[in-house]
């Protein structure tokens, strides 16, 4: 290749990249005029994908990592979710931490929460990988963070976001109006929640003994009504505390499980053996009902909280979760989490289109 045609690449690959973000975002802001509803679609088998490979991630966590685990096919690695009517835009690492420089990120909330805060530092490293970064660890909060951007990706672990306190006796009691953790929280810029799976555990995986509620306790309640009440306390403390025009706040919307067939189609069946995704754009389970309680409480707000509404296009994959290529193998079917690469990195994908129109 001679010389001027060397030239020309490079100055083709400087105006990319300097002028692919800006297309990403005049693009987002189309979808927004025009009303696209991202959330509403269909997953395609796209052979680019996925973003990553697990390899390239030295530090994801030995659940999440299908391939490595064992995982024969590859199929679930090559759907990407087509928004109808209009595009997602792709994923683009460096944009991200230039709009967020300076800035820091918290996601709170459970193992669900981690699967999307590990798929985000994934992305994000492997679209940089030369760009420095440091990972630290203390109880309950993990920090990533790219010193030359000055950007933190935090994760705090709190499954129900309100409080679980431990009495003298050592009886556990789940607080349903206390949320006393919320401390924690703030001073970040961007806030993303998630709570719902540990509030359907009982026998030896319930972390509690009693409910709480003012000057009521319960053995147990109906787990729904107790996640709305809970629920209700996280959007008060939001009210309370946050100043929407410093803080950002998401809520990641409630990830679903495949244990039942039925809800698919398939009497009988998990989400083991599963390679393809259910077709076309609606779940035939129906809506998931801890969603539309979420839906509720956040209509009820006057805080601007945007919901990262990924039930129905997680409901569709029945397939990309790690089975018996988790962390527990044969002895724990897993269809709650998700594999990485896979599903979470949609989330993060719809989450910098969100982020795009806001900074």
Not at 313 to 322: M, V
Not at 335 to 343: A, E, I, M, R, T
Request: aromatic letters at 14%.
């Amino acid at each position: 290749m001679g010389s001027f045609a060397i030239s020309v690449v490079l100055l083709l690959s400087v105006f990319i990249q300097i002028h692919g973000a800006d297309y990403h975002t005049e693009e987002a802001r189309e979808n927004a005029r025009k009303g696209c509803d991202l959330f509403h679609g269909s997953w395609v088998f796209d052979n680019s994908y996925p973003l990553y490979e697990s390899s390239e991630c030295p530090f994801i966590e030995k659940e999440f990592d299908c391939q490595k685990n064992g995982r024969p096919d590859k199929y679930y690695l090559k759907y990407k979710w087509q928004p109808t009517g209009c595009n997602l835009p792709r994923f683009n690492g460096e944009d991200f931490l230039r709009r967020l420089r300076g800035k820091s990120l918290l996601f709170v909330g459970d193992s669900l929460s981690l699967n999307q805060w590990q798929s985000l530092t994934c992305m994000i490293h492997t679209a940089v990988p030369h760009a420095k970064y440091t990972l630290t660890r203390a109880g309950g909060l993990s920090i990533f963070t790219f010193p030359s951007y000055n950007v933190k990706l935090m994760f705090f672990r709190d499954a129900f976001l309100v409080d679980i306190v431990s009495e003298s006796s050592g009886i556990r009691v789940l607080e349903l109006d206390s949320i006393e953790t919320g401390k924690l929280w703030k001073g970040a810029d961007i806030l993303i929640f998630d709570s719902w799976h540990w509030w359907l555990h009982s026998g030896r995986k319930q972390p509690w003994d009693f409910i709480q509620e003012g000057n009521h306790v319960y053995r147990d309640m109906n787990r729904l009504v107790a996640y709305e009440k809970g629920l209700k306390t996280w959007a008060k403390w939001v009210e309370d505390n946050v100043d929407p025009n410093k803080t950002k706040v998401f809520f990641q919307g409630v990830s679903p499980d495949h244990l039942d067939g039925v809800k698919w189609g398939q009497p009988g069946a998990n989400c083991e053996k599963q390679i393809l995704p259910v077709s076309g754009f609606k779940y035939p389970g129906g809506p998931h009902t801890a969603e539309l309680v979420l839906e509720k409480v956040l209509r009820a707000m006057s805080k601007p909280v945007y919901l990262l509404n990924v039930t129905t296009l997680s409901q569709l994959r029945k397939d990309g979760h790690p089975s018996i290529y988790g962390h527990g193998g044969h002895r724990d079917m897993d269809c709650s989490h998700w594999c990485l690469p896979g599903v979470p990195d949609t989330w993060n994908m719809l989450l910098y289109a969100a982020l795009i129109q806001n900074y």
